[in-house]
């Protein structure tokens, strides 16, 4: 063994290049700050509540799957980190509940724009590496390490799979999705057969299966795709959703009282009190999924046969408001177009409202309208899930899965053109033939029995140990 006070193991060791000692030098401390970096593994809570991370990349106040995910564990005794965008408000019981911690997320820069086909080809993978860092950066170093689940929406599959499984390997921690859709069927709406929707599906059913120590789906029928097509091994759970306790049917008075404070449909209250107008309800995103020309073709013809029929016998065919909830992208555009047409029976007015007022007014409704047609056909739609929370029937655009939810001639009706629409609107208002629309109004009232609550802790709540 060479002795340190050897002359010559001095002489070798002065003989080294200054550069190579500073070499050595900056790859040591690099290699200490990269260890003392590393995210610390989970750690139970000294409380013993399960802590769970509610990963939704997307608006939280726009998400309330995930909204009622996150008060569900809350009410069950466990700790939430929320994580999404803040755009818009989350709901008042998420703000104020001492259980949940909001952890927003920084949006992408405006330049990484991807709203149309050329965009996303562009700037889809700097978008997707902007979101990898920030969602890293909020895993594994601003929540406690005493979160030991990791409960993601799915979609979007980019990059937020990816980022799980990181995180679940780095912290140790359980992840579970929960499937609205499938990501790639969505960018197939945009891309038709590019081939990066061929790899974005590669990537969700490898991620997917990877990642997953469980997994929630919002329909049967895409819980047997996970099983049967996509060959998932880890438990599948089919959690449909279901209204929250806030959304109750109106009494008669309540509607009254609700109509006429209303700005919106305050000057229309008396004749939607007395029949001679019809309320109808349609709650939107505008985006491609929803085909906003079935209704405005459909309320077109029903304006033609109402001008007619009331012609030969005044007052025989109701007038109908239309009240358009929601925004998106698609809704300047649709909007001029119903400024263009002339309508004589049809009102159609664009809403935005406040989380509070929301189920006040669709309870007010006499028909709910869906227009979602599912890219994937697989998933249902929320708005028919308000609806049905304030006992009021539906008539839904017709696709593979919507059975589960609605079911013809019992709580709702399917159509798929806006002929076969504009006659369910004709059929449904005939004053003459009330007993069909009481009909599928009972059933939607008896639909109110099914709560959130009851179900996600049936259903959800064994898979976080609470």
Not at 319 to 343: C, H, N, Q
Not at 349 to 369: F, H, N, Q, R, T
């Amino acid at each position: 063994m060479a002795n340190p006070s050897d002359p010559v193991y001095l002489k070798a060791l002065l003989a080294i290049q200054p550069w190579a000692l500073h070499l050595c030098f900056i790859s040591i401390t690099i290699t200490g700050f990269l260890i003392l970096s590393l995210p610390f593994r989970y750690t139970p809570a000294p409380d013993g509540r399960p802590r769970v991370v509610v990963l939704v990349l997307g608006d939280i106040g726009r998400s309330p799957r995930m909204q009622h995910h996150a008060l569900s564990i809350a009410r069950k005794g466990g700790k939430v980190d929320l994580v999404g965008y803040n755009d818009t408000p989350p709901r008042q019981e998420i703000l104020s509940n001492p259980s949940i911690y909001i952890h927003p997320l920084k949006p992408p820069p405006k330049f990484l724009d991807t709203s149309t086909a050329t965009k996303f080809v562009f700037f889809a993978p700097f978008k997707a590496l902007y979101q990898l860092l920030t969602l890293l950066d909020t895993l594994l170093y601003t929540i406690p390490i005493t979160t030991g689940y990791v409960l993601v929406q799915n979609p979007p599959s980019i990059p937020t799979l990816v980022v799980a499984k990181v995180a679940a390997v780095l912290r140790g921690q359980k992840v579970v999705i929960d499937w609205h859709n499938f990501g790639y069927s969505i960018l197939q709406m945009k891309l038709k057969e590019h081939p990066l929707v061929l790899g974005a599906k590669l990537y969700e059913i490898i991620l997917g299966r990877i990642t997953a120590d469980a997994n929630f789906t919002v329909t049967a029928s895409m819980n047997k795709r996970l099983r049967e097509s996509w060959g998932f091994k880890s438990p599948i759970h089919t959690l449909y959703d279901r209204p929250p306790s806030h959304f109750q049917p109106f009494s008669d008075s309540e509607r009254a009282t609700f109509l006429k404070a209303n700005a919106d449909v305050a000057p229309y209250a008396d004749k939607i009190l007395s029949g001679q107008t019809k309320l109808l309800i349609s709650s939107t995103s505008w985006t491609a999924d929803e085909d906003f020309s079935l209704l405005l073709g459909a309320l077109s013809v029903y304006d033609r046969r109402a001008s007619a029929e009331n012609f030969l016998r005044p007052n025989s065919v109701p007038s109908i408001l239309a009240v358009i909830t929601g925004k998106g992208p698609l809704r300047d555009g649709y909007m001029a177009r119903v400024e263009s047409l002339e309508f004589q029976y049809i009102t159609v007015k664009s809403v935005w409202l406040e989380a509070e007022d929301y189920p006040k007014m669709i309870a007010c409704a006499d028909l709910g309208v869906s227009l979602h047609t599912s890219s994937s056909g697989m998933d249902l739609p929320m708005k028919v899930v308000d609806l049905f929370g304030v006992g009021v029937p539906v008539a839904a655009v017709r696709f593979e899965s919507v059975g589960e939810l609605v079911k013809e001639g019992e709580n709702g009706v399917t159509f798929t053109t806006e002929d076969e629409l504009a006659g369910v609107l004709g059929r449904l208002f005939d004053p003459r033939r009330k007993q069909e629309l009481e009909k599928l109004k009972a059933g939607a009232l008896k639909e109110t029995e099914n709560r959130w609550d009851q179900n996600w802790d049936k259903t959800a709540a064994p898979v976080f140990s609470l």
